[in-house]
């Protein structure tokens, strides 16, 4: 009986296919959590909104990005005081009209969590399985 291995090199190409599955994933997942997040995200001006996108997918990670205020919006806020730089004015429109101060308080704001469960839901709309059956079988 012969001590070599049968079907070596297509195992091998099977075995890289496997290790390169996560990319391919990983992009499907980033998009589907990123339309998912754009449905659930709490709506005001719609800047928040438009801004969350696949930033990224590697062998190793999937990034999803958004505009720097998603944090807050998800975490929420606690009440904190805005003041003005230095020799400056704040100026906003409040509910009577322009407003002109040095210093305003913020009362906060209530987390409204969507990130999270935007990425299990789809985490949940990409099912792994199947493409890595998928590549398996190119492989051969």
């Known amino acids: 009986m012969s001590g ?3 079907g070596g090199p297509e195992l091998r190409r099977r ?3 496997i290790q390169l599955t996560f990319k391919p994933v990983g992009r499907k997942w980033a998009d589907a959590t990123a339309d998912v997040a754009r449905s659930r995200v709490p709506v005001k001006t719609g800047r928040l ?18 505009h720097y205020t ?3 919006v998800d975490g929420g806020t606690k009440a904190h005081d ?6 400056g004015t ?3 429109t409040g509910s009577r009209g322009p407003v002109f101060a040095k210093k305003v308080h913020h009362r906060g704001s209530r987390a409204q969590p969507f990130k999270e469960r935007a990425a299990r839901e789809g985490l949940r709309k990409t099912p792994m399985a199947q493409e890595l059956i998928s590549l398996w079988n190119k492989a051969a």
């Open 82 to 87: 805005i003041v003005a730089k230095t020799g």
């Open 70 to 72: 998603a944090t807050f």
């Open 15 to 17: 075995l890289k296919a």
């Open 49 to 66: 909104r438009q801004s969350i996108r696949r930033k990224n997918a590697t062998q190793k990670r999937a990034t999803v990005s958004a």
């Open 4 to 6: 070599k291995l049968k």
């Open 90 to 92: 704040l100026a906003f």
